[in-house]
């Protein structure tokens, strides 16, 4: 998941922006000065709004969606209603992903796993609801490196005083410009001083629908809704 050396959020502020006259509850907005590139990425022109009553500006979508999703423990404590939220943010603000967000170096970094739309999705089943049972997550890091490795950390407290990590390391391949597949590693688990590998390799497909230098969506292969929040 490497820091970005500008800020996203100020480029969009700067922009001049013309606001048409809505027609059947659909507002367009188009902002002339987008259509450049940041960091290497070239950043959408135009984006159509459905539902005038959501926030619009990419730094605002960006604020709304974490704001929804930060303490949430990825994702568990929201109700069905909270998940609709999000995913409604979340396809607002993927209208003003860069063009072809794989190639984008705002990929690169550490990344804290903030929301899953499917929870025990991501920890596997040390967070499923047996899981949590014994096992707390104090915390989900996803790393991408340059070029093409993906480490995945899952933090753990063992019945409230054991701390455990449960590791992978993956190697990252490009599918298209928006699609990418990460083969894994056997997971490693650490306990202390004891460790051990277990398990075998899997394979997940991510399709990347918005980065800048703040957060980073998902989206999986069976319909997952992913958060990152750089570190």
């Known amino acids: 998941m490497a820091a970005a050396s500008a800020s996203a959020t100020s480029l969009f502020l700067s922009s001049s922006f013309k606001l048409n006259a809505p027609t059947n509850n659909s507002v367009t907005l188009r902002f002339p000065l987008l259509n450049r590139r940041f960091n290497g990425c070239r950043i959408a022109a135009s984006v159509s709004v459905s539902n005038p009553n959501l926030r619009t500006g990419p730094g605002d979508l960006v604020a709304s969606i974490l704001s929804k999703v930060v303490q949430t423990d990825g994702g568990v404590l929201l109700k069905n209603e909270e998940h609709k939220e999000v995913a409604e943010v979340a396809q607002e603000l993927q209208k003003y992903c860069v063009s072809e967000p794989v190639k984008c170096p705002l ?42 490795i993906v480490r995945n950390k899952v933090t753990l407290s063992v019945l409230g005083f054991l701390d455990a990590e449960v590791s992978l390391k993956g190697k990252l391949t490009a599918l298209d410009s928006e699609w990418i597949k990460v083969i894994f590693e056997a997971p490693e688990i650490k306990v202390g001083s004891w460790k051990v590998q277990y398990g075998g390799q899997s394979e997940v497909k991510l399709k990347i629908t918005y980065v800048d230098d703040k957060i980073r969506l998902g989206l999986g292969s069976r319909g997952s809704l992913f958060v990152f929040q750089r570190i």
């Open 107 to 148: 990929i690169f970094g550490d990344w804290d796993v903030v929301y899953c739309s499917r929870p025990t999705s991501p920890g596997g089943g040390y967070r499923s609801a047996i899981g949590r049972l014994f096992f707390n997550t104090k915390q989900m890091v996803q790393v991408v490196e340059a070029p093409d």
